[in-house]
């Protein structure tokens, strides 16, 4: 999230640059059905410690 170049300096514009960039998150993924979702939280939580490929 960019900080213009420092949030401190702009707490509100961060703030809302912030919740914005959240909300588009949470929309795409409520566009995703549950059961995919879980499946693809569940084979990155298994992943977690492995080396990268």
Known sequence: MPEYPDAAD???EFALRLSNAIAAEV???RKIPAPERLATRLQRYRRIGLPRD
């Open 27 to 29: 929309h795409a993924l």
């Open 10 to 12: 702009e707490p509100i």
